[in-house]
């Protein structure tokens, strides 16, 4: 039988993983100090576009192929990737000394407006707040946008707070939670000069 998941170390903040489950297979890599460059590939086409544009937004390097039983749902996969993007993140935060470690930011995409608000606080909670006026956008079926930001939550170990504050567009709506998600979580992310080696907790641990 065949491991359910395989790491390698991280160097220069890079996280990878491969996670291989009965319902998915799926390998990933993720350069935190990057230019924005993607090579996704998910079998969700919406889905790519959305993890493309959180590689753009938050000027990571990510690259990413899975395939799921999408047969049967696309629920394990989409799951799946946010657990692997959770976790290559994690890993690439290494001890997480010199960083903000929280992250907050609110973008508009025309009628629609999002904010995010990210704390890499070793604590795992989502809040997601979201009404969508589809059941679907593009093949993306939309109640799994909680669950992709589920499964990235607990296993980044992060607290994520996500409110989509308006808007009337499914497709504007779900862009804006993503887009804005990655600019909270670059900001969290991003190294403090002034920290340098110190770590962002009066526990001495996150």
């Not at 460059?37 to 919406?46: A, E, L, P, S």
């Not at 946008?145 to 499914?170: I, Y």
Request: proline fraction near 2%; charged fraction near 25%; aromatic fraction near 6%.
């Amino acid at each position: 039988m065949k491991s359910p998941r395989k790491s390698k170390g991280t160097t220069s903040r890079t996280g990878q993983l491969e996670r291989i489950t009965t319902e998915t297979q799926i390998k990933a890599r993720l350069t935190l100090d990057g230019k924005g460059k993607y090579d996704v590939r998910t079998g969700i086409r919406f889905l790519d576009h959305m993890l493309e544009l959180f590689a753009k937004h938050g000027g990571f390097d990510l690259e990413l192929k899975a395939t799921g039983d999408l047969d049967v749902d696309q629920h394990h996969t989409v799951e799946d990737v946010g657990i692997v993007l959770g976790e290559c993140i994690h890993q690439a935060l290494g001890d997480k000394r010199g960083i903000n470690r929280a992250g907050y930011f609110i973008m508009p995409l025309d009628e629609s407006l999002a904010v995010a608000a990210v704390d890499f606080s070793g604590r795992p909670y989502l809040a997601l707040n979201a009404k969508f006026g589809a059941a679907t956008v593009g093949d993306l079926q939309t109640e799994l946008v909680e669950d992709f930001f589920q499964g990235f939550a607990n296993h980044a170990k992060a607290n994520v707070h996500l409110k989509l504050l308006c808007g009337r567009s499914t497709h504007h709506g779900v862009e804006a939670m993503f887009k804005t998600f990655a600019r909270a979580v670059k900001m969290a992310v991003s190294l403090d000069p002034r920290l340098k080696k110190e770590l962002p907790s009066t526990k001495g641990l996150l």
